[in-house]
């Protein structure tokens, strides 16, 4: 069974920085694909940024592209979504996700494993 936990969530004021991070528990982690995906109240899940298993393919939302990154490592089961330059539209519940196959998904359905998501706030 895997598990994943959200951390790192918060209010901060625009143009600030927040560092999210993803713990996942359960084997095997170093061949999931991770993603990370937000969702504002009225709105749908949104795709934000995706790594793949190795680290070395990444993928981002053209929205977030050059404020966030994400990275992984591997020994420490986690993931982090590094974000920048925060605005208030980046107001959201942010979720991290995992999948089990080799290439890298971009839509939230297919992903195989969520967390429970942590609140992020941008005041302007």
């Known amino acids: 069974q895997v598990q994943l936990v959200e951390s790192g969530g918060g209010l901060v004021q625009a143009g600030g920085s927040l560092r999210l991070s993803c713990a996942v528990s359960g084997r095997a982690f170093s061949s999931y694909a991770m993603g990370w995906f937000r969702q504002a109240p009225g709105k749908e899940r949104e795709f934000v940024a995706a790594i793949s298993w190795t680290g070395g393919s990444t993928y981002y939302a053209d929205s977030v592209k050059g404020r966030f990154t994400i990275s992984r490592d591997n020994a420490k089961n986690t993931v982090y979504l590094q974000m920048n330059s925060l605005k208030s539209e980046d107001t959201a519940v942010y979720f991290c996700?995992?999948?089990?196959?080799?290439?890298?998904?971009?839509?939230?359905?297919?992903?195989?494993?969520w967390g429970q998501g942590t609140q992020v706030t941008v005041s302007s």
């Open positions: 996700a995992a999948d089990s196959r080799l290439r890298v998904p971009l839509s939230a359905n297919e992903y195989d494993y």
